[in-house]
């Protein structure tokens, strides 16, 4: 009785097997399969950047600031998937989820990286945004590859085209020794340096709920303090004043008036230079508009997206 049993059990098991993958009478396999999208992407030998990709529709690519990840960009990640677009967040190296191997982590590294996630993705056609160092890297981007997989850009409280003072240049709020300091609070407090920034972060202190806060807070400390300490560096040094003629492509600026990192007059320095730009000032938000506010943020993108 048992080896009936079994006999059954196989002849019933094939006859279901058999039945999902009959072919239609065109002769086609009716069995459908989905691949499920890559959640990390190698751009260099043991090197994987962790992405979000989410939605279908026009590509939307996100650059998260200094120091977080892509889970960043939670609050437009819904207002762009339920708007048709298909965004696509990109870790840097060295933050969040992605690797964090010894290396260089400056902006031709991190725009070379970027390059290799939109190759192997095929993306066409796309709006690269950035904020804070993110809008750096994505400006230096579409200069260095000359709009490679790129339409429009976007800039966010974008810390460009230089993030310090020059003799020739005031418009920055940090001089390259506050930087140096900041970099030396890395490697001796590295949490006095989260709370530095922390507080020129937003706009006031309750412009950003608690548990937002924690959230951001815990986001940073995801980093690698290397990554951390060399992107200062980054920050500190890289000068962008040569990328902006070679922007071609529609530009879009966002920046809070009330900016304690990257002050508004860099923003209109930049309006200025790329042909074409458009400048929207926030009033009610400091350097994180797109969480500060995320309405009037996300209604400004779209509308661009759109145009």
């Known amino acids: 009785m048992k080896i009936k049993s079994m006999i059954s059990a196989v002849i019933l098991l094939t006859t279901l097997f058999v039945s999902c993958t009959m072919k239609d009478k065109s002769g086609k396999s009716t069995e459908k399969t989905a691949t499920a999208r890559a959640e990390y992407i190698e751009v260099e030998p043991n090197v994987r950047l962790h992405i979000t990709d ?18 960043s960009w939670e609050y437009q990640y819904h207002a762009l998937v339920k708007e048709g677009y298909r965004v696509i967040g990109i870790t840097l190296r060295g933050f969040g989820q992605s690797d964090k191997p010894y290396g260089k982590y400056n902006y031709d590294q991190f725009a070379a990286d970027i390059k290799t996630v939109l190759d192997q993705l095929n993306i066409q056609d796309a709006t690269l945004g950035g904020h804070s160092m993110g809008g750096a890297i994505a400006l230096h981007y579409v200069a260095k590859y000359n709009s490679a997989h790129v339409s429009k850009l976007a800039l966010f409280s974008a810390a460009a085209p230089c993030h310090t003072k020059k003799t020739d240049y005031p418009y920055p709020f940090f001089t390259k020794e506050d930087i140096s300091k900041w970099i030396e ?20 202190p309750t412009s950003v709920s ?18 951390m300490e060399q992107a200062l560096i980054a920050l500190r040094d890289e000068d962008l004043r040569g990328d902006l003629p070679k922007i ?22 930049m ?3 790329i042909s074409g730009s458009q400048l929207v000032p926030f009033d009610k938000s400091g350097h994180a508009s797109f969480l500060e506010e995320k309405d009037k943020f996300n209604a400004e993108f779209i509308k661009f997206l759109k145009q």
């Open 54 to 71: 989410l939605g279908e529709g026009k590509p939307v690519v996100l650059i998260h600031g200094y120091p977080l990840s892509d889970a």
């Open 185 to 204: 609070l890395n490697n001796t407090d590295r949490p006095a340096l989260l709370a530095a920034i922390g507080e020129k972060f937003v706009y006031s």
């Open 210 to 227: 608690p548990g937002i806060g924690a959230w951001l807070g815990s986001i940073e400390m995801q980093s690698s303090p290397y990554a």
């Open 248 to 269: 071609k492509i529609p530009t879009l600026i966002l920046h809070a008036k009330e900016d304690k990192i990257v002050s508004f007059a860099l923003a209109e320095q």
């Open 271 to 273: 309006h200025k230079a």
